[in-house]
């Protein structure tokens, strides 16, 4: 299968800790990519790789991946974070990318 | 700075055909595999084609092969998709987005900021 599942929705109190999962079988070959699309702005990669953070993304936020789920945590929300966030990975044959269908994070 | 400047978007009529071209600058053009990612409006990202650095592998999504092909022309700098028999379900902003990596673009780094393609009668 080439489909990744996020949850459509999510929200956080603002300093408590958050999960966003991407579920999929290409996800027990390969590791999940995290980007992060803020409203009128392109994404940008927060995760990559096991648990990667490109140079100024923030510590609270971190991944991990078991089985055939990856996940993004964010402990301590800020108002900052909310925004869409979508998984990707190569699909089970690994020739192409396939993206979730991203989770809307709302920070209340 | 990496610089990704996507032209060729616009109004096309169902079947039509359109080609989107991608003028990169600011990096070593061949080190790095390019993607073109698209969105339609309100909606989520969908990779639609990838091509390594030196050109010799192309990938494409499954819901699009055949009908869009891409390309990269080392001396001119630029990627192209060139896409056919285009209906309403093409509608999307198209981004040239260019990866950490020479192979497969699996870390979709630097994204340009898009040119919309519209598909309707």
């Known amino acids: 299968s080439s489909e990744l599942t996020q949850e459509p929705a999510v929200s956080v109190a603002l300093g408590q800790t958050v999960r966003i999962t991407c579920q999929g079988d290409?996800?027990?070959?390969?590791?999940a990519t995290w980007y992060q699309q803020k409203p009128g702005q392109t994404p940008e990669v927060v995760i990559y790789?096991?648990?990667n953070r490109p140079s100024g993304i923030p510590d609270r936020i971190s991944g991990s991946s078991s089985g055939d789920t990856s996940s993004l945590t964010i402990t301590g929300a800020q108002a900052e974070d909310e925004a869409d966030y979508y998984c990707?990975?190569?699909?089970?044959?690994?020739?192409?990318?396939?993206f979730g269908g991203g989770t809307k994070l709302t920070v209340l | 700075e990496v610089q990704l400047l996507e032209s060729g978007g616009g109004l096309v009529r169902p079947g039509g055909s359109l080609r989107l071209s991608c003028a990169a600058s600011?990096?070593?053009?061949?080190?790095?595999?390019m993607s073109w990612v698209r969105q339609a409006p309100g909606k989520g990202l969908e990779w639609v084609s990838g091509?390594?650095?030196?050109?010799?592998?192309?990938y494409y999504a499954a819901s699009l092969k055949g009908r869009v092909t891409i390309t990269r022309d080392p001396s001119k700098n630029t990627v192209t998709l060139q896409m056919n028999s285009l209906s309403a379900d093409d509608t999307a902003m198209y981004y040239c987005?260019?990866?950490?990596?020479?192979?497969?673009?699996?870390?979709?780094?630097?994204w340009g900021q898009g040119t919309q393609v519209t598909v309707s009668s």
């Open positions: 987005v260019r990866d950490r990596y020479g192979a497969f673009p699996e870390y979709l780094q630097h």
């Open positions: 600011g990096f070593s053009f061949s080190n790095y595999a």
């Open positions: 091509i390594s650095g030196n050109g010799d592998k192309t």
């Open positions: 290409s996800l027990r070959n390969f590791y």
């Open positions: 790789g096991n648990n």
């Open positions: 990707a990975c190569r699909d089970s044959v690994g020739n192409q990318v396939v």
